[in-house]
């Protein structure tokens, strides 16, 4: 497994948001969390990436206990994520975007960087080439010199999924990837989200789209009020009463 999630609770004063959540990703897997709006599912998230402590509970990524470490220091064990809203630079292109986001990978101190010696260069040269590659793959060649701002917001979406990627992940955390997407969108980024998984790179997605769920995933997991009411395959999470009559509904 590449990530456990055991018991883990969040509560804000008297609001328990997350109540006791424990399951498991294997890897190269790809998992998805649904459940009505105010189910838990992004602080779910959240509290698992480090941008929240959990009050209880705890969590393992790729061996290491995560539970009480900050985001920037989860993320530098390779577990990368975007976010529910397109987080971007958006007066710099494309390509600015993904290289920027690539920081954490830098291996050469960064007085040498300041000072441009050979190897801080080369090393620019490899990262760069490397973002260079995740566009190509994310279909975001062609507008790679446009400014962030000006991108349509299919497009907005992808490149928040690039910028995720720039970071290496071993695990990526998807919020809301196809939030706001047409139908054209939609189909695109499920494409990428599997090209993603083939590379090796597992998933944890939260989704409200239904239907992209059952296609994409291998299981489910489904949140209500805070606590976990359902796990499984999609065939088994679509036919289980609980969660039809909590988020699904009879039709």
Same mark, same amino acid.
């Given at each position: 497994?590449?990530?456990?999630? *055991?018991?883990?609770?969040?509560?804000?004063? &008297?609001?328990?948001?997350?109540?006791?959540?424990?399951?498991?990703?294997?890897?190269?897997? %790809?998992?998805? %969390?649904?459940?009505?709006?105010?189910?838990?599912?992004?602080?779910?998230?959240?509290?698992?990436?480090?941008?929240?402590?959990?009050?209880?509970?705890? *969590?393992?990524?790729? &061996?290491?206990?995560?539970?009480?470490? +900050?985001?920037?220091?989860?993320?530098?064990?390779?577990?990368?994520?975007?976010?529910?809203?397109?987080?971007?630079?958006?007066?710099?292109?494309?390509?600015?975007?993904?290289?920027?986001?690539?920081?954490?990978?830098?291996?050469?101190?960064?007085?040498?960087?300041?000072?441009?010696?050979?190897?801080?260069?080369?090393?620019?040269?490899?990262?760069?080439?490397?973002?260079?590659?995740?566009?190509?793959?994310?279909?975001?060649?062609?507008?790679?010199?446009?400014?962030?701002?000006?991108?349509? /917001?299919? /497009?907005?979406?992808?490149?928040?999924?690039?910028?995720?990627?720039?970071?290496?992940?071993?695990?990526?955390?998807?919020?809301?990837?196809?939030?706001?997407?047409?139908?054209?969108?939609?189909?695109?980024?499920?494409?990428?989200?599997?090209?993603?998984?083939?590379?090796?790179?597992?998933?944890?997605?939260?989704?409200?789209?239904?239907?992209?769920?059952?296609?994409?995933?291998?299981?489910?997991?489904?949140?209500?009020?805070?606590?976990?009411?359902?796990?499984?395959?999609?065939?088994?999470? /679509?036919?289980?009463? +609980? *969660?039809?009559?909590?988020?699904?509904?009879?039709?």
């Amino acid at each position: 497994m590449i990530l456990e999630v *055991v018991g883990l609770t969040k509560q804000f004063g &008297g609001l328990v948001a997350v109540d006791k959540v424990s399951f498991n990703v294997a890897k190269s897997e %790809i998992l998805g %969390i649904i459940g009505p709006n105010g189910a838990g599912k992004s602080v779910l998230l959240n509290t698992i990436s480090g941008f929240y402590t959990p009050n209880k509970g705890k *969590v393992v990524f790729d &061996g290491h206990d995560i539970t009480r470490l +900050k985001a920037h220091q989860i993320s530098s064990l390779g577990m990368g994520r975007n976010f529910q809203s397109s987080v971007l630079f958006m007066s710099q292109t494309v390509s600015e975007n993904v290289f920027f986001a690539s920081h954490q990978n830098y291996r050469t101190p960064i007085w040498e960087r300041i000072l441009r010696v050979p190897s801080a260069i080369k090393e620019e040269t490899t990262l760069k080439y490397r973002g260079e590659g995740i566009l190509k793959n994310l279909g975001l060649d062609s507008v790679k010199n446009e400014q962030a701002s000006n991108l349509p /917001y299919g /497009y907005q979406r992808i490149l928040g999924v690039g910028i995720a990627l720039a970071s290496n992940p071993k695990l990526l955390l998807l919020d809301e990837p196809l939030t706001g997407m047409n139908q054209n969108e939609i189909h695109i980024m499920v494409d990428i989200i599997q090209t993603i998984r083939d590379t090796g790179v597992t998933i944890l997605l939260i989704e409200h789209n239904v239907s992209a769920v059952m296609k994409l995933c291998d299981r489910i997991i489904v949140l209500d009020n805070g606590g976990k009411i359902a796990e499984g395959l999609p065939k088994e999470i /679509y036919e289980n009463k +609980k *969660v039809i009559d909590a988020y699904l509904g009879k039709a």
